[in-house]
C-alpha cells in the first residue's frame, strides 16, 4: 500500500513536472506545427531563386516542413542544413577580421546559404566571395554598406551618421562606374578623417602613428574607427576596444571626426538609380530615429533593420510597418570575436520576411540586369562583357574562334540569374532577342564559359 502510494505520488511528480516544461517550452517559442499555406508558398518563392544555380539541391514543395511559433520556417534540405540568410556581415576589405574567403567558409559552416558581403563603402571583396563560394553552394548576394549623414531640417533633428545597406543582383549595379566612383568619393574621405583623428589623439598625448593605422587597415582599404582602435590597443594606449571607443572615438568624443559622407538621400537615390534594394541599417544605433525614417521613405529607401540574433525588436517593427517598410535583418558579422559578437547566420529571418524581401527585390534586379545586357547588346565591347562578369559566376577568355557571345550569355548565364518567368517577360524577350545577334567583335573573339 505505502509502496503503491509512493508510485503514485512519483507519477503524479513527474506529470506536473511535464506541464510545467511543455509550458516553459511553448514560452518560449518552442512548440512546432505544419506551415500554413501562405508559409508553403513563400517557401517555395524563396527557394525556387535560392537555388537557381543548383536546381538539384532545391526543396521540393512536399518536403517535412515546421515552423514555430513566430512563423520561423525550420524546414531543412536534404543534408539537413536550414535555408538560412545572412544579409549583413563585413571583410578584411573594409573593417572585418577575415577575408572574403574565410567569410564565405564560415557562413558554410554555419549553415548559411545565402550571404551578403556588404563591406563599408567598398564592393572590393565580392569576386573573391563570389569564387569561395562556388565550393560551397552559397549564394553570394552582392551588397554595400554606405556611410552617409543625415542633415537636420529644424531644431527637432540633429545631424547624425546613418548607414544605408544596399543590396544588389548577382552582377551587381547598373552603371557600376558612377556607382563605383560615388564609393571612391567616401573612401577617400575616409582616409582623411582617420588621419584627423590620430591628430586629435595625438593632441591628447595619445601616442599613435599613422603608419600604425595604415597596417590594421591593409593595403587599399580605407581606415575606419574600428582601426584606429585596434591600433590604439597594440600600442598599449588602451586596454580593449571598447575602451578605445568609450573613452575616445564614440560620436562626438574627443578623438571623433566627420568624414566627407554624402547625404544619405543621396546615396538612397544612387541605389535606386543603379538597380538596388536600400535598407537602413541598425536603427536602434539612432539618437533620433523617427524622423530619419520618415525622410528616408520619402528618398525612396525600402526597408530597414528590425531583426537581431536575440530576436525582433519590436518598437523598430512597428516603426517599420508605419512607413510600409520592409523588415529584414543581419548579424553584423565582422569576425572580431569575443562574446559581444552575433555569429553569422544567428539571425534566423521568417520565411514571409525573405519572402516579402524577394519579392520587392527581384523585379529591380530584374531590371538591372536587363539594362546591363541591354547596354552590351547596343555595344558588345570588352568592358560592357566585362561589367556582366564582374561578380558573375562566368569567367571570360580571350583567344579561339570568334562566337555567338550573346546566344551564350541567354543560354549559360541568365539561368543562373533569373527564374524562366523572369526570363520569359516581354520585356526580357525582347532583350534576348538583341542579344542573340550579338557576336563577339574583340580581336579573335570572346569565349564566357561557365564554371559547374
Same mark, same amino acid.
Given at each position: 500500500?505505502?509502496?503503491?502510494?509512493?508510485?503514485?505520488?512519483?507519477?503524479?511528480?513527474?506529470?506536473?513536472?511535464?506541464?510545467?516544461?511543455?509550458?516553459?517550452?511553448?514560452?518560449?517559442?518552442?512548440?512546432?506545427?505544419?506551415?500554413?499555406?501562405?508559409?508553403?508558398?513563400?517557401?517555395?518563392?524563396?527557394?525556387?531563386?535560392?537555388?537557381?544555380?543548383?536546381?538539384?539541391?532545391?526543396?521540393? /514543395?512536399?518536403?517535412?516542413?515546421?515552423?514555430?511559433?513566430?512563423?520561423?520556417?525550420?524546414?531543412?534540405?536534404?543534408?539537413?542544413?536550414?535555408? /538560412?540568410?545572412?544579409?549583413?556581415?563585413?571583410?578584411?576589405?573594409?573593417?572585418?577580421?577575415?577575408?572574403?574567403?574565410?567569410?564565405?567558409?564560415?557562413?558554410?559552416?554555419?549553415?548559411?546559404?545565402?550571404?551578403?558581403?556588404?563591406?563599408?563603402?567598398?564592393?572590393?571583396?565580392?569576386?573573391?566571395?563570389?569564387?569561395?563560394?562556388?565550393?560551397?553552394?552559397?549564394?553570394?548576394?552582392?551588397?554595400?554598406?554606405?556611410?552617409?549623414?543625415?542633415?537636420?531640417?529644424?531644431?527637432?533633428?540633429?545631424?547624425?551618421?546613418?548607414?544605408?545597406?544596399?543590396?544588389?543582383?548577382?552582377?551587381?549595379?547598373?552603371?557600376?562606374?558612377?556607382?563605383?566612383?560615388?564609393?571612391?568619393?567616401?573612401?577617400?574621405?575616409?582616409?582623411?578623417?582617420?588621419?584627423?583623428?590620430? /591628430?586629435?589623439?595625438?593632441?591628447?598625448?595619445?601616442?599613435?602613428?599613422?603608419?600604425?593605422?595604415?597596417?590594421?587597415?591593409?593595403?587599399?582599404?580605407?581606415?575606419?574607427?574600428?582601426?584606429?582602435?585596434?591600433?590604439?590597443?597594440?600600442?598599449?594606449?588602451?586596454?580593449? /576596444?571598447?575602451?578605445?571607443?568609450?573613452?575616445?572615438?564614440?560620436?562626438?568624443?574627443?578623438?571623433?571626426?566627420?568624414?566627407?559622407?554624402?547625404?544619405?538621400?543621396?546615396?538612397?537615390?544612387?541605389?535606386?538609380?543603379?538597380?538596388?534594394?536600400?535598407?537602413?541599417?541598425?536603427?536602434?544605433?539612432?539618437?533620433?530615429?523617427?524622423?530619419?525614417?520618415?525622410?528616408?521613405?520619402?528618398?525612396?529607401?525600402?526597408?530597414?533593420?528590425?531583426?537581431?540574433?536575440?530576436?525582433?525588436?519590436?518598437?523598430?517593427?512597428?516603426?517599420?510597418?508605419?512607413?510600409?517598410?520592409?523588415?529584414?535583418?543581419?548579424?553584423?558579422?565582422?569576425?572580431?570575436?569575443?562574446?559581444?559578437?552575433?555569429?553569422?547566420?544567428?539571425?534566423?529571418?521568417?520565411?514571409?520576411?525573405?519572402?516579402?524581401?524577394?519579392?520587392?527585390?527581384?523585379?529591380?534586379?530584374?531590371?538591372?540586369?536587363?539594362?546591363?545586357?541591354?547596354?552590351?547588346?547596343?555595344?558588345?565591347?570588352?568592358?560592357?562583357?566585362?561589367?556582366?562578369?564582374?561578380?558573375?559566376?562566368?569567367?571570360?577568355?580571350?583567344?579561339?574562334?570568334?562566337?555567338?557571345?550573346?546566344?551564350?550569355?541567354?543560354?549559360?548565364?541568365?539561368?543562373?540569374?533569373?527564374?524562366?518567368?523572369?526570363?520569359?517577360?516581354?520585356?526580357?524577350?525582347?532583350?534576348?532577342?538583341?542579344?542573340?545577334?550579338?557576336?563577339?567583335?574583340?580581336?579573335?573573339?570572346?569565349?564566357?564559359?561557365?564554371?559547374?
Amino acid at each position: 500500500m505505502g509502496d503503491g502510494c509512493a508510485i503514485q505520488s512519483t507519477s503524479n511528480s513527474n506529470k506536473g513536472k511535464d506541464k510545467k516544461k511543455k509550458k516553459k517550452n511553448k514560452n518560449r517559442g518552442g512548440s512546432k506545427k505544419k506551415m500554413t499555406h501562405e508559409q508553403v508558398l513563400a517557401f517555395k518563392f524563396v527557394t525556387e531563386w535560392v537555388f537557381l544555380d543548383h536546381p538539384s539541391s532545391a526543396l521540393p /514543395l512536399a518536403s517535412p516542413s515546421l515552423v514555430d511559433d513566430f512563423g520561423v520556417q525550420k524546414t531543412v534540405a536534404k543534408n539537413g542544413d536550414k535555408v /538560412l540568410f545572412e544579409l549583413h556581415s563585413h571583410s578584411k576589405c573594409s573593417d572585418g577580421f577575415l577575408s572574403p574567403s574565410k567569410v564565405v567558409e564560415r557562413a558554410h559552416m554555419n549553415g548559411v546559404k545565402v550571404l551578403a558581403l556588404t563591406d563599408h563603402d567598398t564592393m572590393a571583396g565580392i569576386p573573391e566571395a563570389v569564387e569561395s563560394a562556388r565550393k560551397y553552394g552559397i549564394k553570394i548576394i552582392p551588397g554595400v554598406e554606405i556611410s552617409t549623414i543625415f542633415s537636420p531640417r529644424g531644431d527637432t533633428e540633429a545631424e547624425e551618421p546613418v548607414h544605408i545597406l544596399a543590396y544588389y543582383s548577382s552582377i551587381g549595379p547598373s552603371r557600376f562606374e558612377e556607382f563605383d566612383k560615388f564609393l571612391s568619393n567616401i573612401r577617400d574621405g575616409r582616409y582623411l578623417r582617420a588621419k584627423n583623428m590620430v /591628430l586629435k589623439l595625438n593632441k591628447l598625448k595619445v601616442a599613435l602613428k599613422w603608419e600604425h593605422v595604415c597596417r590594421i587597415a591593409g593595403s587599399g582599404v580605407a581606415p575606419g574607427r574600428l582601426h584606429v582602435a585596434r591600433a590604439m590597443v597594440e600600442a598599449g594606449c588602451v586596454e580593449n /576596444l571598447k575602451q578605445a571607443f568609450a573613452r575616445y572615438l564614440f560620436d562626438g568624443g574627443p578623438a571623433y571626426s566627420k568624414g566627407s559622407e554624402p547625404m544619405v538621400e543621396e546615396a538612397i537615390q544612387m541605389i535606386c538609380d543603379t538597380g538596388g534594394v536600400a535598407v537602413l541599417a541598425h536603427p536602434w544605433a539612432l539618437k533620433n530615429p523617427i524622423p530619419i525614417v520618415r525622410r528616408l521613405k520619402e528618398a525612396g529607401l525600402h526597408g530597414m533593420e528590425v531583426y537581431k540574433s536575440d530576436g525582433r525588436l519590436a518598437a523598430y517593427s512597428d516603426l517599420a510597418d508605419a512607413y510600409g517598410l520592409l523588415k529584414i535583418g543581419g548579424s553584423d558579422y565582422h569576425g572580431r570575436g569575443g562574446h559581444h559578437e552575433s555569429e553569422l547566420g544567428s539571425v534566423n529571418l521568417p520565411v514571409l520576411v525573405l519572402h516579402d524581401f524577394l519579392k520587392v527585390a527581384r523585379p529591380i534586379w530584374c531590371n538591372a540586369i536587363r539594362e546591363i545586357l541591354e547596354c552590351y547588346a547596343d555595344e558588345p565591347s570588352d568592358t560592357n562583357l566585362a561589367t556582366i562578369t564582374r561578380f558573375g559566376r562566368t569567367r571570360v577568355f580571350k583567344g579561339g574562334s570568334p562566337l555567338n557571345c550573346g546566344q551564350d550569355l541567354i543560354d549559360h548565364c541568365l539561368p543562373l540569374w533569373l527564374t524562366s518567368q523572369e526570363m520569359d517577360s516581354a520585356e526580357f524577350e525582347a532583350t534576348k532577342l538583341k542579344l542573340s545577334n550579338v557576336s563577339s567583335t574583340s580581336q579573335g573573339g570572346i569565349q564566357v564559359l561557365i564554371e559547374a
